[in-house]
């Protein structure tokens, strides 16, 4: 049924489209620069003219993969919730939080009023969609994660902070499309966080999606399944993409008690881990999802940005990723 | 009346100015081998030393060491248990900190006192008393992962408790008058209350002169409230941020055990006010039938800025003054 609806945006894709959840690695030279850049060693310019060579080599990377709806890689952006902060009215750059071990991060802090400052992502995703034929997604950070991963010092709780957020983040849906992206990803990894939220999370999704002309696609993490299912179906979208690799959830268990009413990306491949998964590994996570759902509803890709492993183990990653999807497709067929 | 003001257990170990990172720095060095285990230890004496003068000059009463050594509330118990290995990262509940998980392969002997050198060392460098914080043996069970050793969350918790109760034997020994317990998991899983009690009596069971303080943060407490009351510990503390109904339901029920007061939210950056503490103090207090009540943030200060935490003290301590000044 969403098939029809991207027929209808103009998009065609085959049985089991790929795709990838938003961030690839920087690229080596890339995050060198990044470092100097930070030491102020090299300019912004400098850096931005390794940013789009980056990007290029992803977008070229992907194409010879075999991807079918690409992502330009977020080489430009550090944190997925700082990189909105950083550029919308409201927000300060909060002080160092410690995350993990020794591992700290600037955590914004949201002082007054939240802004849409004008475009924030759509230069970058029509420079993108600039080089390749294949369709690009627009990537935005979800207003409750943005809420959830920043302080609140100004509104008077967390479900006002997530709404106002809402209603500036959907400017830059509008931004998007406008530009011409007819499929928008809005991640809410925080969404299972707080169960007793997810009621605002949901409406906070409608104020920013309803009535646009896009197929959204939202990017959950590990666990929100068996929290939050099936309240998460209110999601006012066409797709969630629920990490499954590491998961040993018994779908169809879950599907014929609470049937599932939308596409269904797969998560298919474990991004915290260095092994390369096998073709044969990868089709049986397809084929869990395939065989309670019908194939023209699963789409296939990694279970989070890739950001943390190597540019060659995302490679190979995927490379098998697309061997799989291959072999399904004509089996299916 | 008395309100004593204290911490909840672990303090931003770092701010945003050079001087105040020197602790990142020396475990970077230690990391990469640049600096011996002697050196970094004696970095976090510094550390210590440091947040606890912050602490006593924000105007805290009972305060702890911040948990500076700790990597998490996990494995810092972990590593000094044999039977116990030490797995990936996994998200602390709702926060955005991750925790190294247990993972246990066979029967847990303690190898030796875990905290008993930190309490002792916090004293010495504390004029106010010290109150040692460790994670309670539910938390630690249902944050395991289990290979070999024990079939159920309820034998595991049981034999974390046996180590605890050690630690809480060796710390009362010490001296230490007050001792926290956190069991944040307990909110989660309100149907394993009898493991929790079962457990909390080993624990409790060397705690001699010292009295024990459960703390049950990151989730709302309300709808256990009551069963916390019986169980065998002597004081609770309470994490009023997620429980909009909580301080309603205190002053229906009262409380038989001393409480300490979660008020100040150790999550957000924004500072708390007299109309927002004020009318809770007012609902709560006159159904308090014994002392003492403490004051104190809502969790660990950890998941704020160093100089926002100082501030967030700095409020606690002026709003109890101006509570009982307008009282007086």
């Known amino acids: 049924m969403s098939r029809e609806k991207l027929k209808r945006l103009g998009v065609e894709l085959p049985l089991l489209p790929t795709s990838t959840v938003g961030s690839f690695p920087k690229t080596p030279e890339l995050a060198e620069a990044r470092t100097k850049y930070t030491r102020n060693q090299i300019t912004r310019a400098e850096l931005e003219t390794l940013e789009k060579r980056a990007t290029e080599f992803w977008i070229r990377t992907q194409e010879e993969i075999g991807l079918d709806v690409l992502v330009d890689g977020e080489q430009y952006r550090g944190d997925m919730v700082a990189y909105f902060a950083e550029l919308m009215g409201g927000f300060q750059t909060g002080g160092l939080v410690r995350s993990y071990g020794n591992r700290y991060y600037h955590k914004p802090a949201i002082v007054g009023e939240v802004k849409w400052p004008g475009p924030m992502t759509v230069q970058w995703w029509r420079w993108t969609q600039s080089l390749t034929k294949k369709p690009v997604k627009g990537m935005l950070t979800g207003p409750y994660t943005v809420m959830d991963w920043s302080f609140n010092d100004h509104y008077r709780d967390r479900k006002s902070a997530c709404l106002a957020l809402a209603g500036e983040l959907r400017k830059e849906a509008e931004a998007l499309i406008e530009a011409g992206a007819r499929i928008i990803q809005i991640d809410e990894p925080a969404i299972s966080v707080r169960q007793e939220e997810l009621s605002f999370a949901i409406e906070a999704m409608h104020l920013t999606v309803d009535g646009l002309p896009a197929y959204f696609i939202t990017h959950a993490c590990y666990g929100a399944f068996e929290t939050i299912y099936p309240d998460m179906l209110e999601l006012p979208v066409d797709n969630l993409d629920l990490a499954i690799s590491n998961s040993a959830l018994d779908l169809l268990k879950i599907f014929e008690k609470d049937p599932f009413t939308k596409d269904l990306s797969l998560g298919v491949l474990d991004v915290h881990n260095h092994r390369i998964e096998t073709p044969t590994e990868i089709k049986a996570r397809v084929m869990r999802g395939v065989r309670v759902l019908t194939p023209e509803r699963v789409w296939v890709d990694p279970d989070c940005g890739l950001k943390t492993r190597t540019v060659e183990e995302s490679r190979r990653k995927l490379e098998t990723m697309l061997t799989a999807v291959r072999e399904l497709r004509t089996e299916l067929a | ?328």
């Open chain 2, 1 to 328: 009346m008395q309100l004593i003001l204290s911490t909840a257990g672990s303090y931003p170990r770092i701010g945003d100015v050079p001087d105040l990172q020197r602790h990142r720095r020396a475990y970077a060095q230690r990391e990469r081998g640049d600096i011996s285990a002697e050196e970094l230890r004696k970095v976090e004496d510094e550390v210590v030393a440091g947040v606890i003068r912050e602490q006593i000059e924000a105007g805290i009463e009972v305060v702890t060491d911040g948990l500076i050594r700790w990597y998490d509330p996990y494995s810092h118990f972990a590593r000094g248990v044999e039977g116990v290995e030490i797995n990936g990262l996994l998200r602390l509940f709702d926060t955005n900190f991750y925790f190294r998980q247990p993972v246990v392969k066979g029967r847990l002997r303690r190898r030796g006192p875990i905290l008993l050198p930190e309490y002792e060392f916090a004293r010495s460098v504390s004029s106010r008393p010290v109150k040692p914080v460790l994670t309670g043996p539910y938390t630690l069970a249902r944050g395991s992962i289990v290979e070999a050793g024990y079939r159920s969350v309820h034998e595991l918790a049981l034999a974390y408790a046996e180590v605890l109760a050690a630690e809480v034997g060796e710390l009362s020994r010490a001296g230490a008058q007050l001792i926290q317990l956190d069991e944040p998991a307990i909110v989660r899983h309100p149907e394993n209350l009898n493991v929790l009690e079962a457990a909390l009596a080993v624990v409790g069971r060397e705690r001699g002169a010292a009295r024990l303080l459960l703390h049950t943060p990151f989730g709302d407490v309300a709808p256990l409230y009551r069963d916390l009351q019986a169980l065998p510990v002597d004081a609770l503390g309470l994490d009023f941020t997620y429980s909009p109904k909580l301080p309603a339901l205190i002053a229906d029920l009262g409380s038989a055990k001393p409480l300490a007061l979660g008020l100040i939210d150790a999550r957000n950056t924004k500072l708390e006010t007299r109309e927002s503490v004020f009318p809770v103090l007012d609902a709560i207090l006159p159904a308090l039938k014994t002392g003492p009540t403490y004051l104190m943030p809502s969790c660990g200060l950890e998941f704020l800025p160093r100089e926002r935490a100082r501030l967030k003290l700095e409020t606690l301590k002026r709003l109890r003054d101006a509570y009982l000044g307008g009282r007086s």
